[in-house]
């Protein structure tokens, strides 16, 4: 049976489904119904359905060879769903970590936050306060410490189960000053919120925090500090290692155990530098190093000073004695002086 023709108007062709042979004429004017027949109609279809499909494979395969480029901005601006968050860039690769917003994501990355979250806030955050175990707010008057309170707020969350959209909301309370204004600020439907500032998500909050108090210059000056980080010299050496050990904090404790012993052994004096270098083995903790150079310190300190000669009362002194009373009158005679038994002796025959 031949295919019945079959009759499209303008419309009909202007709702996108393309034919083999042009629908209307060069000039665009109606030139009312147009036959086409079925079996034309069918192998259209067929054709517009293969295109779709090969367009959808080739922009597969170029998401996979080609992703979308990440967004660079300041504040972490990007959806973490979709993975366009961009790493805060700094020269130091050591950084690369304690920089990425992937390294604070929490076990429970649920985003979503209700009613249900608000209500159980207030008895979560009282639970999360045990975790910290008394460690101060954040103030960011110390822009640096910022690294030490993620870590902390990274484990209180973990520890009570806290689900990362309730985290968003629950990190004002662990902070104080101008960091809880600066974040509350940015948190979704907070009023004064500049656009294109806000965060919308943990990870976007997570680079907002890092890339507003972790900047790139203070980093290199914190850790050119640690590089020449030395003992004073009124310093015990246990204040010393704790010293160095504040220092390796405020750089995100991107320090290994070995590069903390070889500084400590390299701020410590001359005299002492030695004995240090070769207790110092791979075993050797820096706990344990430290230690034990104190005990060397302390034993040289010793050996210095029972060198010295001392004036106290009751002790000789070098050709003199104590002060002593006379048994009979009680008054006290001048010190006794000591002298060389060839001095009693008296003179000797001259032959």
Same mark, same amino acid.
């Given at each position: 049976?031949a ?15 393309p ?48 992703p ?43 985003a ?7 209500r159980k ?21 110390e %822009?640096?410490?910022? $690294? !030490? ?10 520890? @009570?189960?806290? &689900? +990362? *959209? ?32 806000k ?36 310093? %015990?050496?246990?204040? $010393? !290692? ?10 995100? @404790?991107?320090? &290994? +155990? *070995? ?93």
């Amino acid at each position: 049976m031949a295919d019945a023709p079959i009759t499209r108007s303008r419309s009909a062709v202007a709702s996108g489904i393309p034919t083999r042979s042009p629908i209307l004429p060069a000039d665009g004017q109606d030139v009312g119904p147009v036959a086409v027949s079925f079996s034309d109609l069918k192998a259209t279809l067929e054709d517009f359905r293969s295109q779709i499909i090969a367009d959808l494979a080739g922009a597969s395969e170029a998401s996979d060879q080609d992703p979308i480029p990440a967004q660079v901005a300041h504040h972490g601006t990007g959806s973490a769903s979709t993975g366009l968050l961009a790493p805060i860039q700094c020269l130091d690769d050591r950084f690369a970590a304690v920089l990425s917003y992937e390294t604070y994501r929490l076990r429970n990355k649920k985003a979503k936050y209700g009613s249900a979250e608000a209500r159980k806030m207030g008895r979560k955050t009282r639970d999360m306060k045990h975790s910290f175990a008394g460690y101060p707010p954040f103030s960011g008057k110390e %822009p640096l410490r910022i $690294f !030490a309170w993620l870590r902390k707020f990274v484990k209180a969350c973990n520890d @009570n189960d806290v &689900s +990362e *959209g309730m985290a968003l909301y629950a990190a004002p309370h662990f902070m104080t000053g101008d960091a809880e204004v600066r974040y509350t600020r940015v948190l979704p439907d907070s009023a004064g919120t500049a656009r294109g500032a806000k965060v919308d998500s943990y990870p976007e909050a997570i680079n907002w925090l890092l890339s507003t108090y972790a900047e790139p210059h203070t980093l290199a000056l914190a850790q050119e500090t640690f590089s020449r980080a030395a003992k004073e010299p009124d310093e %015990p050496v246990e204040a $010393f !290692a704790s010293r160095l050990r504040a220092l390796s904090e405020l750089c995100g @404790n991107i320090h &290994s +155990e *070995g590069t903390m012993k070889q500084q400590l052994i390299q701020g410590l004096p001359e005299y002492i530098r030695t004995d240090a270098f070769v207790f110092n083995t791979p075993s050797a903790t820096y706990q344990q190093l430290a230690t034990y150079t104190a005990g060397k310190v302390k034993a040289a300190q010793d050996v210095a000073r029972l060198g010295q000669p001392t004036s106290s009362r009751g002790t000789y002194q070098l050709g003199k004695g104590p002060r002593r009373s006379d048994p009979l009158s009680g008054s006290r005679r001048g010190p006794v002086e000591w002298l060389h038994p060839e001095a009693c002796a008296g003179p000797k025959d001259v032959d």
